[in-house]
């Protein structure tokens, strides 16, 4: 009876060392974390996040965490940002005079709209920041880590973040015009994307406006190629 016991044992304890000479080692799975951020993520130019397959996933072990800290950032920020940002700017931008005054409470909406997405890529932010500082990494994965996340992380939202300001003033710029006209619709004559005005103090005011709409959306395209880089790397 006692020798059956101890074979059982014996047999236990083989097949426990077995077990743990398949499985990789942390030190493994670091290693396969480490090489996937610097070959699949920080060698790549612009910012398509790659998601890697299960068996992948499997070989970085408790180390996939870390990178589902910068998927689910990605996540947030194209379902609550980017998508609404794009759709908003193609669908609302006016293109004429006449559908400038025509459309003013749409863009007075589309305006107010960003003060949300702003809201959502904060909260994003502050919720990756928060599962970035509880993970813990030895000094040869934090610095690897650190770049990926300043490169999947921080520089998309800098760059949104930049677009913010300039897209508010330039449909400031867009409605301050579509009031003045309004304001002035008597002594104005539209034609699709041509005026008159007769009135040389109210043409003058009009064509203010004009040029600072103008340079507001300048400003906004210059904006939007920021992010295109920090995206796109072009």
Do not use: W
Not at 94 to 113: C, F, M, Q, W, Y
Not at 143 to 154: C, E, L, M
Not at 205 to 218: C, H, T
């Amino acid at each position: 009876m006692m020798t059956r016991r101890l074979l059982g044992v014996f047999a236990c304890l083989f097949a426990a060392v077995l077990l743990a000479a398949c499985s990789p080692s942390e030190a493994d799975q670091r290693k396969a974390f480490i090489a996937f951020l610097r070959d699949d993520v920080l060698a790549k130019t612009g910012l398509r996040l790659p998601q890697p397959d299960a068996e992948k996933q499997k070989s970085f072990g408790a180390y996939a965490e870390h990178y589902a800290v910068i998927s689910r950032f990605h996540e947030r920020m194209n379902a609550s940002v980017a998508k609404p940002m794009q759709e908003t700017l193609a669908k609302s931008m006016p293109r004429s005079i006449e559908d400038i005054v025509a459309r003013k409470t749409d863009l007075v909406t589309v305006r107010s709209g960003f003060v949300g997405m702003r809201d959502a890529l904060d909260q994003a932010l502050a919720a990756a920041g928060s599962e970035k500082a509880a993970l813990k990494q030895p000094e040869d994965l934090a610095g690897v880590y650190a770049a990926v996340y300043d490169k999947a992380v921080t520089a998309p939202a800098t760059a949104f973040r930049q677009i913010f300001p300039t897209a508010d003033d330039a449909f400031a710029a867009i409605i301050a015009l579509a009031e003045l006209i309004q304001n002035n619709r008597a002594a104005i004559k539209l034609n699709g994307s041509q005026m008159e005005i007769s009135n040389p103090a109210l043409r003058t005011k009009v064509q203010a406006a004009l040029e600072a709409m103008n340079a507001k959306q300048r400003g906004m395209t210059e904006a939007q190629q920021t992010l295109r880089r920090a995206v796109y790397g072009s």
